[in-house]
């Protein structure tokens, strides 16, 4: 049984360009968790959302920010337009119930803005 | 605002003694709480969790114990082994609503000296 699955692992854009991050879910987890962890500092809550549904999306920022859970396929974190500042780790979790948190992260996408 | 705070950056300890990291919290409504392990270029993994309700849990070599009139967590470990060298996130959620929301703190890396 797979765990979460993230691609890429790492990833370079330069500043304008568009980022996209996968990532899949164990098998059997409906709910999927975006965190971002800027260096030195903690992960911090970005959006979580279920098959076809945002259900807290209030850690996203306002522009340029999008996540999607389609009925089928990987959930995708999105970020247009791509800064300086969004140089992170970026790291997807999953669950199979709701509340469950003892959620399961996978290893990352660091993304590098040049 | 930091709800969720681990005020020491680092930790080092002898192998076989015990670690002790600290965790304070600002939210009276978070209820549950948990520690995540990470080590270099991987995702968070889960560790041991508590209620609120309660103001100790075990498992094996780690124990978490919960104050709550003090807004305070630690997690103790023992006897500490250097695999045990990682960095240690403590975690907080309200359960409020439909979210598995986590707070995180900026978390405290921890090395054991065989």
């Known amino acids: 049984n797979a765990g979460v699955m993230q691609n890429p692992r790492h990833l370079v854009r330069r500043r304008g360009q568009e980022a996209r991050l996968r990532c899949s879910p164990m098998?059997?987890?409906?709910?999927v968790y975006w965190y971002r962890q800027l260096p030195e500092e903690g992960l911090k809550f970005m959006v979580y959302?279920?098959?076809?549904?945002?259900?807290?999306e209030s850690g996203m920022p306002k522009e340029r920010f999008s996540a999607e859970f389609p009925k089928e396929g990987p959930s995708i974190l999105r970020i247009q337009q791509v800064v300086r500042g969004d140089s992170a780790a970026y790291f997807c979790?999953?669950?199979?119930?709701?509340?469950?948190?003892?959620?399961?992260f996978g290893s990352g996408t660091r993304l590098t803005v040049v | 605002d930091q709800q969720v705070k681990q005020n020491s950056p680092s930790l080092s300890v002898q192998e076989g003694r015990i670690s002790i990291l600290n965790c304070d919290y600002t939210?009276?409504?978070?209820?549950?709480f948990l520690w995540y392990k990470k080590y270099p270029a991987e995702g968070p993994t889960f560790l041991i969790s508590?209620?609120?309700?309660?103001d100790k849990n075990e498992d094996g070599r780690f124990t978490v114990f919960l104050n709550k009139s003090a807004k305070h967590l630690s997690l103790h470990i023992v006897p500490s082994q250097p695999g045990d060298s990682a960095v240690y996130f403590c975690?907080?959620?309200?359960?409020?609503?439909?979210?598995?929301?986590?707070?995180f703190g900026q978390g405290t890396t921890l090395q054991v000296k065989p």
């Open positions: 508590i209620s609120s309700i309660k």
């Open positions: 975690a907080a959620s309200t359960g409020s609503g439909n979210t598995g929301k986590l707070i």
């Open positions: 979790a999953s669950s199979p119930l709701q509340d469950w948190y003892g959620y399961t």
């Open positions: 959302l279920q098959k076809e549904n945002i259900i807290d």
């Open positions: 939210n009276s409504m978070f209820d549950y």
């Open positions: 098998k059997g987890h409906s709910h």
